[in-house]
Protein backbone atom coordinates (compact mmCIF):
# COMPACT_ATOMS: atom_id res chain seq x y z
CA UNK A 1 0.00 0.00 0.00
CA UNK A 2 1.52 3.22 -0.87
CA UNK A 3 1.78 6.48 1.83
CA UNK A 4 2.34 9.51 1.27
CA UNK A 5 3.21 11.41 4.08
CA UNK A 6 3.43 15.14 4.12
CA UNK A 7 4.96 17.91 6.44
CA UNK A 8 6.27 21.42 6.48
CA UNK A 9 2.84 23.21 7.63
CA UNK A 10 2.72 25.93 10.30
CA UNK A 11 1.47 29.28 10.90
CA UNK A 12 3.51 32.05 9.06
CA UNK A 13 2.65 35.67 8.66
CA UNK A 14 1.56 36.87 5.52
CA UNK A 15 4.47 37.76 2.99
CA UNK A 16 5.62 34.79 3.86
CA UNK A 17 7.13 31.25 2.50
CA UNK A 18 6.69 28.04 3.68
CA UNK A 19 7.84 24.77 1.81
CA UNK A 20 5.86 21.59 1.66
CA UNK A 21 7.26 17.92 1.70
CA UNK A 22 5.64 14.84 0.41
CA UNK A 23 7.77 11.56 0.68
CA UNK A 24 6.41 8.25 -0.97
CA UNK A 25 6.77 4.92 0.29
CA UNK A 26 7.92 3.59 -2.84
CA UNK A 27 9.43 5.27 -5.96
CA UNK A 28 8.04 8.48 -7.10
CA UNK A 29 8.48 7.51 -10.63
CA UNK A 30 5.82 4.88 -10.13
CA UNK A 31 3.32 7.18 -10.22
CA UNK A 32 2.09 8.99 -13.92
CA UNK A 33 1.91 12.52 -11.95
CA UNK A 34 2.08 13.85 -8.33
CA UNK A 35 0.68 16.90 -7.03
CA UNK A 36 -0.76 19.05 -4.45
CA UNK A 37 -4.54 20.13 -3.37
CA UNK A 38 -5.86 22.09 -0.77
CA UNK A 39 -8.91 22.54 1.51
CA UNK A 40 -9.99 25.21 3.65
CA UNK A 41 -12.56 25.18 5.91
CA UNK A 42 -15.98 25.02 4.98
CA UNK A 43 -14.45 24.62 0.71
CA UNK A 44 -14.10 22.14 -1.32
CA UNK A 45 -10.39 20.49 -1.85
CA UNK A 46 -8.86 21.89 -4.88
CA UNK A 47 -6.02 21.21 -6.96
CA UNK A 48 -2.68 23.75 -6.74
CA UNK A 49 -0.26 22.09 -8.17
CA UNK A 50 0.94 19.20 -10.56
CA UNK A 51 4.40 17.89 -11.78
CA UNK A 52 3.85 13.95 -14.25
CA UNK A 53 6.69 11.98 -14.56
CA UNK A 54 7.69 13.19 -17.51
CA UNK A 55 8.16 16.78 -15.78
CA UNK A 56 5.32 18.97 -17.23
CA UNK A 57 4.29 21.37 -14.11
CA UNK A 58 0.72 22.99 -13.69
CA UNK A 59 -0.28 25.75 -11.60
CA UNK A 60 -3.84 26.25 -10.31
CA UNK A 61 -4.26 30.25 -11.40
CA UNK A 62 -4.41 31.81 -8.53
CA UNK A 63 -0.76 30.72 -6.92
CA UNK A 64 0.87 30.68 -10.04
CA UNK A 65 4.06 33.01 -9.94
CA UNK A 66 3.80 32.14 -5.83
CA UNK A 67 4.23 28.42 -5.90
CA UNK A 68 6.75 25.96 -7.44
CA UNK A 69 6.94 21.98 -7.29
CA UNK A 70 9.89 20.14 -7.67
CA UNK A 71 10.91 16.48 -6.92
CA UNK A 72 13.69 15.08 -5.92
CA UNK A 73 13.35 11.41 -7.61
CA UNK A 74 16.40 10.08 -5.62
CA UNK A 75 14.21 11.04 -2.11
CA UNK A 76 11.05 9.89 -3.12
CA UNK A 77 9.95 13.07 -2.31
CA UNK A 78 7.91 16.13 -3.94
CA UNK A 79 8.25 19.79 -2.45
CA UNK A 80 5.59 22.95 -2.74
CA UNK A 81 7.79 25.82 -2.41
CA UNK A 82 5.19 29.22 -1.50
CA UNK A 83 6.50 32.27 -1.22
CA UNK A 84 4.22 35.82 -0.66
CA UNK A 85 1.57 33.70 1.24
CA UNK A 86 -1.63 35.23 1.90
CA UNK A 87 -4.76 34.88 4.38
CA UNK A 88 -6.67 33.13 1.47
CA UNK A 89 -3.80 30.18 1.24
CA UNK A 90 -4.99 29.21 4.67
CA UNK A 91 -6.08 25.36 4.06
CA UNK A 92 -5.04 21.92 4.75
CA UNK A 93 -2.70 20.90 1.89
CA UNK A 94 -2.83 16.97 0.94
CA UNK A 95 -0.20 15.29 -1.23
CA UNK A 96 -1.85 13.08 -4.21
CA UNK A 97 -0.27 10.89 -6.28
CA UNK A 98 -1.93 8.88 -9.19
CA UNK A 99 -1.63 6.23 -11.82
CA UNK A 100 -4.06 6.08 -14.75
CA UNK A 101 -4.51 2.80 -16.00
CA UNK A 102 -5.61 1.17 -13.95
CA UNK A 103 -6.83 4.31 -11.60
CA UNK A 104 -5.58 4.36 -8.76
CA UNK A 105 -5.55 7.54 -6.45
CA UNK A 106 -3.71 8.34 -2.97
CA UNK A 107 -3.53 10.91 -0.77
CA UNK A 108 -1.69 12.15 2.48
CA UNK A 109 -2.91 12.92 5.67
CA UNK A 110 -2.82 16.80 5.18
CA UNK A 111 -0.50 19.38 6.46
CA UNK A 112 -1.81 22.23 8.14
CA UNK A 113 -0.83 25.86 6.38
CA UNK A 114 -1.90 28.90 8.25
CA UNK A 115 -1.11 32.29 7.38
CA UNK A 116 -2.19 34.78 9.59
CA UNK A 117 -2.62 38.81 8.49
Known amino acids: QVQLVESGGGLVEAGGSLRLSCVAS????????MGWYRQAPGQQREFVAR???????DYEGSVRGRVAISRDSAKNTVYLQMDNLTPEDTAVYYC???????????WGQGTQVTVSP
Open 51 to 57: ITRNGNI
Open 96 to 106: NAYNSIPWTEY
Open 26 to 33: GSINSFNA
